[in-house]
């Protein structure tokens, strides 16, 4: 298994490993019940962490990864069907599916 991606905020690595399961790619999210717990100052090592489980994947993964992170400078878009904001590299509100408005 191969580490692709990290990130404080759960939800993030969670958006990353449904864009990656959507292209087929087997993954895993290690730490993603230890974030609980810890203290105001972030602490790295229990972070959640987006691994992938099949080398042959990899690659297509770091693709993908490396384009919603450069996507990820974009302004988040706001959900007019539940109020929840979405990071700009994503097409629909991981919350409810709805479609992000063009
Ligand atoms: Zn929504």
């Known amino acids: 298994m191969t580490l692709v991606y990290t990130h404080e905020n759960l939800t993030l690595v969670m958006n990353m490993e449904a864009a990656l399961q959507s292209a087929g790619i087997k993954?895993?999210?290690?730490?993603?019940?230890?974030?609980?717990?810890?203290?105001?100052i972030p602490c790295f090592e229990t972070w959640p962490e987006?691994?992938?489980?099949?080398?042959?994947?990899?690659?297509?993964a770091k693709e993908i990864v490396a384009n919603?992170?450069?996507?990820?400078?974009?302004?988040?878009?706001?959900?007019?069907?539940?109020?929840?904001q979405n990071g700009a590299a994503f097409d629909f509100c991981w919350q409810c599916d709805a479609a992000k408005p063009s």
């Open 27 to 40: 993954t895993y999210i290690k730490n993603q019940f230890s974030a609980g717990g810890r203290g105001e």
């Open 50 to 60: 987006l691994w992938v489980t099949s080398e042959f994947q990899l690659e297509q």
């Open 68 to 84: 919603i992170m450069s996507q990820e400078q974009q302004p988040d878009w706001h959900c007019k069907n539940c109020d929840e």
